[in-house]
């Protein structure tokens, strides 16, 4: 088992920054992957980013490419987010996954084994 808990999440307005982080917590020794997800409601689970646990190889969709970077520390079982130049579409809830079975970087989220509680960004003037 491994359990997740996030934190960061607020409001922010247009253009702003705001850092996520997720702390690990259990057989944090099996992670292979990490990422981050987002839902909106009404839409379907959004793939934002992922790091490779051992080698921080990093990944992300066009959508947050430039703005988002995703890091972790392995020391504190901590993986992070920190996401500049909001947009009011960025505003969802946002989750990170863990990936037990894969160190292979994969952005569908069924392909995750473990979830977060989640944590709320809004992008509002």
């Known amino acids: 088992q491994v359990q997740l808990v996030e934190s960061g999440g607020g409001l922010v307005q247009p253009g702003g920054s705001l850092r996520l982080s997720c702390a690990a917590s259990g057989r944090t020794l099996s992670i292979y992957t990490m990422g981050w997800f987002r839902q909106a409601p009404g839409k379907e689970r959004e793939f934002v980013a992922a790091?490779?646990?051992?080698?921080?190889?990093?990944y992300y969709p066009d959508s947050v490419k430039g703005r988002f970077s995703i890091s972790r520390d392995k020391a504190k079982n901590t993986l992070y987010l920190q996401m500049n130049s909001l947009k009011p579409e960025d505003t969802a809830i946002y989750y990170c996954?863990?990936?037990?079975?894969?160190?292979?970087?994969?952005?569908?989220?069924?392909?995750?084994?473990?979830w977060g509680q989640g944590t709320q960004v809004t992008v509002s003037s």
């Open positions: 790091i490779n646990w051992s080698t921080s190889t990093a």
């Open positions: 996954g863990a990936d037990l079975r894969s160190s292979i970087i994969r952005p569908a989220p069924n392909e995750y084994d473990y």
